[in-house]
T-cell receptor, first 112, second 114 residues
């Protein structure tokens, strides 16, 4: 069975630009969570979506937004990129909100 | 902030059991203990979780002390592919209509030595 897939794998942007990252959950999973991992740190929670509704948000500015589609895939958008947004962005899916989360390989974003 | 304390790094000889400790002295009765690992530059991989009882699956065993203030993840026969950062995470069993985020600390870097 296919795991969580994310696209693109790598991305380079410049300061001030906007970026959209995509995630496809494991088939049958209805919840998607997003995490940011900067170098040397553990992943930090950004959002959790369930049944197309935002169920939780971490300590991130409003420049970060996300949505979940009827097929349960999800997009993470980041506006007005800063150098500090350079990180590995991870998507995780779970059957339900409280079930085990399974992570994708991540999207490596570099902001120059 | 993470509610767990783990050693920064550990070494284990290949073929031996790797025992990774985690302290979660402030855990409440309605919180799970989860373990994930992350091999370099990959997404975290779910290993196991438990509430009160010891748990075992095909990857590992989880031993939770009776007072639930600490736990140990055991990899019975470590291989070179088990070299990774291991994260111990405490997470509520129920959060109503809210989210079930995982709060990662810095984890333990396990190096399996040939």
């Amino acid at each position: 069975d296919a795991g969580v897939t994310q696209s693109p794998t790598h991305l380079i942007k410049t300061r001030g630009q906007q970026v959209t990252l995509r995630c496809s959950p494991i088939s049958g999973h209805k919840s998607v969570s997003w995490y940011q991992q900067v170098l040397g740190q553990g992943p930090q929670f950004i959002f959790q979506y369930y049944e197309k509704e935002e169920r939780g948000r971490g300590n991130f500015p409003d420049r970060f937004s996300a949505r979940q589609f009827p097929n349960y895939s999800s997009e993470l958008n980041v506006n007005a990129l800063l150098l500090g947004d350079s990180a590995l962005y991870l998507c995780a899916s779970s059957l339900d909100r409280g079930d085990e989360q399974f992570f994708g390989p991540g999207t490596r974003l570099t902001v120059l | 902030d993470a509610k767990t304390t783990q050693p920064t790094s550990m070494d284990c000889a290949e073929g031996r059991a790797a025992n990774l400790p985690c302290n979660h002295s402030t855990i409440s009765g309605n919180e799970y203990v989860y373990w994930y690992r992350q091999i370099h530059s990959q997404g975290p991989q779910y290993i196991i979780h438990g509430l009160k009882n010891n748990e075992t699956n095909e990857m590992a065993s989880l031993i939770i002390t009776e007072d639930r203030k600490s736990s140990t993840l055991i990899l019975p026969h470590a291989t070179l592919r088990d070299t990774a950062v291991y994260y111990c995470i405490v997470r509520p069993t129920y959060s109503g209509a809210g989210s079930y985020q995982l709060t990662f600390g810095k984890g333990t870097k396990l190096s399996v030595i040939p």
